[in-house]
């Protein structure tokens, strides 16, 4: 790898910090999600109720134990950390005029305290948990209220942490709303309640519109503002494979490909495809979509491609095959691929299939690609000794991470860093369970939040430290 890769790990504000009500911050959309399991999805609750377990509320106490994370973090070498902004610790409800200052003030100790350890922060500003407030007001991205409203937020953030922060991404997994079957995503996504009888797809491809409206006016401002600032976009890379060479399996793998290229197309190129157009033609859906929108989104394309990777699905024409779904991360409307296994969360584990993406990407938008996220969700246990054997974590890491450098390697992808999801143990997005463990670093709680919280750094912790020591060459 080149000798500025950026070797890294990502998190999430609304999975690690905890402190939901504190120094001033408003109720996010994240903060009436309840827990949930793999088989039974987690609940979108009509504000905070009595009796009821809210596991990002507490998460891992990062907002309090920042620094000895960070501690951590370092010892273990990143050369990266990707994080996000609690919305609501800037603008509680969204629709102050002026910032909060004591939310100001922890990310600028946060940001401060990862330069003096010689970590480079990585800054996402929507990842999942927007203002509650301006959901039940506005209905969320259904708004186009929501534009000045996100890139006001923006603003302020590029205007405080400019000084400390490079790399910045506009909205996490951006994509993932289109998955309308599991409503939770145009939740995460936009802060979007489906209603009866409505056309989920009308309503999914309005909030985007929007939202790339807002994205490019935010990369457009800190090109204003530094031009040393790199901006990017998060896409959720779920590659879609045939079935079978039939024809018929082919098209609909390259139509559910298309679709998902929908959001990094409009964001790397500036401009809706034209399959998109005709889907909307198609199906006489009304959009607010105005020219000077057009003209926004065409000056606003992004600096880089932010992906994250986990998995790839199947898909067949064929009606009479049983469909088993991708876990809870990708459309129902998959088949089982023989070739792959999966995680114990039902996710198809396919390193392969990760080169096979950074080629599609590179090769259609010729930008640097960042990968933000790539890990794996299992059951650690503490042994008789007192440790976590995570060998298969390490396995899982090391066959990506192989892919990875083939990629850039030998078929010349351009690829500026890797982030491990994550370096710590957090609260699962998809489940809202702590048991779905992902991190490099044992925190221990269990799945109603009770434990000491003490962090064990687990043999996955000292294998990472070795790969980056190594630039990537040490892989065993």
Not at 26 to 43: E, H, N, P, W, Y
Not at 63 to 81: P, Q, V
Not at 143 to 155: E, G, P, Q
Not at 422 to 430: A, H
Request: glycine letters at 8%; one cysteine or more; charged letters at 25%.
């Amino acid at each position: 790898m080149k000798s500025n890769f950026l070797w890294g790990g990502a998190l999430a504000a609304h999975q690690v910090e905890g402190a939901y009500d504190k120094d001033g911050k408003g109720l996010s959309i994240a903060d009436v999600m309840t827990a949930g399991t793999k088989d039974q999805a987690r609940k979108i609750t009509d504000g905070i109720k009595k009796g009821v377990y809210y596991p990002n509320h507490q998460a891992i106490n990062f907002y309090t134990n920042y620094k000895e994370d960070i501690d951590r973090f370092a010892d273990l070498g990143l050369k990266s950390l990707r994080v996000s902004i609690a919305w609501t610790r800037i603008f509680p409800t969204g629709e102050e005029q002026s910032p909060n200052d004591k939310g100001l003030e922890f990310y600028h100790q946060l940001f401060s305290y990862m330069r003096k350890k010689n970590i480079e922060p990585m800054v996402t500003l929507s990842h999942f948990e927007m203002p509650y407030y301006l959901v039940k007001k506005y209905g969320g991205w259904r708004s186009r209220k929501m534009i000045d409203y996100f890139v006001k937020f923006s603003k302020v953030c590029l205007d405080e942490f400019s000084d400390e922060v490079k790399y910045w991404l506009t909205f996490n997994e951006i994509n993932n709303q289109s998955l309308t079957e599991n409503p939770l995503f145009a939740f995460t996504n936009s802060g979007i309640i489906f209603k009866e009888g409505e056309d989920r797809d009308e309503v999914f491809y309005q909030a985007a519109m929007y939202e790339f409206v807002a994205g490019a006016k935010v990369v457009q401002y800190a090109h204003s503002l530094q031009k040393s600032l790199k901006v990017g976009c998060v896409v959720a890379a779920s590659p879609y494979y045939p079935n079978t060479p039939n024809p018929q399996d082919i098209l609909k793998a390259q139509r559910m490909n298309e679709l998902q290229y929908f959001y990094s197309d409009v964001q790397a190129r500036g401009y809706v495809p034209e399959l998109i157009k005709k889907i909307w033609e198609r199906n006489n859906y009304k959009l607010d979509i105005t020219s000077k929108d057009l003209d926004g989104i065409k000056k606003g394309t992004v600096d880089y491609l932010g992906i994250t990777y986990y998995l790839t699905s199947t898909v067949s024409a064929d009606q009479t095959i049983q469909k088993v779904g991708s876990g809870n991360a990708a459309g129902n409307d998959t088949v089982e691929n023989p070739y792959l296994k999966r995680s114990q969360w039902g996710w198809t584990i396919d390193p392969a299939g990760l080169r096979y993406y950074l080629n599609e990407i590179y090769h259609r938008y010729h930008l640097p690609i960042f990968i933000v996220e790539n890990g794996l969700g299992a059951i650690d246990k503490i042994e008789k000794d007192e440790k976590i054997h995570d060998d298969y974590r390490i396995s899982y890491l090391r066959d990506h991470i192989l892919e990875m450098k083939k990629a850039t390697e030998e078929d010349g992808v351009d690829v500026i860093g890797y982030d491990v999801w994550s370096p710590i143990d957090l609260v699962s997005f998809t489940t809202g369970e702590m048991k779905k463990r992902y991190g490099l670093i044992y925190v221990d709680y269990d799945n109603e939040g009770k434990g000491s919280g003490e962090r064990i750094n687990k043999d996955s912790f000292a294998w990472y430290k070795k790969v980056i020591e190594t630039n990537g060459e040490k892989l065993e």
